[in-house]
């Protein structure tokens, strides 16, 4: 199971998504370039405008100093040579995995370009704070994994919250999956425990875990995420063959507490990032991967149920880089 390719539909829709980001900060970079001369101002005002888009001020340097290493001749070779570094930094974790970090089964890729997920039920656990549209993505995962033909099942594990597992509900009637759910304040570990059965008995394909976001007691998240993820490798013989962590594009550099916290708690594989379309603040895409050594595996990029591309990083950055009229040539038709 491949959960969706890339695509020129998908590529068009992130570059629709990153217009706020592009035009708030790196389309700056284009003026930069513009007046041809490398010189002091042109390296400042570069470093200035990577961190105020929440690059993050360590993977920042780092880049700046390698592109000036590399002695560009002219602007035009400072753009080429920044694009090349933001793409290493993106594709670095999609490939492997980074010291200390778990890789995933399923959105991974083998040498022959196979993934290496368990058997059937493939499980994908999904964590993220409160608002950061956790729920929203597994849905929206569901839904590309119904698109190429999968049986899914959605456990409602996050019972902190009823409106969560409502919600969850909702999404289930509307595109067509079943959830597995107990009333709100039961034991997570129990929910996981009979969607398990369940996946098993319905013969589903998938089995998307939706769980707690709650923050304020970190100890506690790490408990309820290890108790999971023993249930899971008890019935399985194996643990889950992803951890998404979903990350809201809006919050910035704050989102990196929020990886590092949850990071602490469970094997985090692979990051999905939402309200893209919305965020000012594209930037962080690169600090995830250089700081966190965390690949981003999906891009939120509108509010509709199939509103989340496959992550390519050299489509990314290109995209972000893109001139203004290149960008608006290659948006989709409005739908």
């Known amino acids: 199971m491949r959960l969706f390719r890339r695509s020129p539909q998908s590529d068009a829709v992130t570059s629709q998504a990153l217009e706020r980001t592009r035009r708030s900060w790196l389309g700056r970079i284009g003026g930069l370039f513009g007046g041809g001369a490398v010189d002091e101002a042109l390296w400042e005002s570069l470093e200035e405008t990577l961190i105020g888009a929440d690059t993050g001020v360590e993977t920042t340097l780092a880049v700046i100093e390698r592109v000036r290493a590399s002695r560009p001749r002219d602007a035009d070779g400072v753009r080429a040579r920044l694009r090349d570094e933001l793409v290493v930094i993106l594709e670095a974790p999609q490939r492997d995995a980074a010291?200390?970090?778990?890789?995933?089964r399923l959105w991974?890729?083998?040498?022959?370009?196979?993934a290496e997920a368990g058997p059937a039920p493939v499980v994908v656990l999904v964590v993220g704070v409160n608002g950061s549209g956790k729920t929203t993505a597994v849905a929206r995962l569901a839904y590309a994994a119904q698109v190429e033909g999968s049986r899914v099942l959605c456990a409602a594990a996050d019972t902190f919250r009823a409106a969560a597992i409502d919600q969850l509900r909702h999404w289930g009637t509307r595109l067509g999956f079943d959830v597995v759910a107990h009333q709100q304040g039961a034991d997570p570990a129990a929910v996981v425990f009979d969607a398990l059965e369940a996946a098993r008995a319905r013969g589903a394909d998938l089995l998307l875990i939706d769980t707690a976001g709650r923050l304020h007691n970190k100890q506690n998240l790490m408990d309820e995420l290890t108790k999971i993820r023993r249930v899971i490798e008890r019935q399985l013989g194996r643990g889950p063959d992803e951890v998404a962590l979903v990350l809201d594009a809006t919050t910035g550099q704050n989102g990196l507490a929020q990886a590092r916290a949850f990071i602490e708690a469970v094997e985090v594989t692979a990051v999905v990032l939402t309200k893209l379309d919305g965020s000012a603040r594209g930037g962080i895409v690169f600090a995830i991967a250089s700081e966190l050594g965390l690949p981003v595996r999906f891009v939120g990029t509108g509010e509709e149920p199939g509103d989340l591309a496959a992550f390519d990083p050299a489509?990314?950055?290109?995209?972000?880089?893109?001139?203004?009229?290149?960008?608006?040539?290659?948006?989709?038709?409005?739908?």
């Open 315 to 335: 489509a990314f950055v290109d995209a972000l880089l893109a001139s203004p009229q290149l960008a608006e040539a290659t948006q989709p038709a409005e739908r």
């Open 99 to 104: 010291p200390g970090r778990a890789a995933g």
């Open 108 to 114: 991974g890729a083998t040498s022959d370009g196979e």
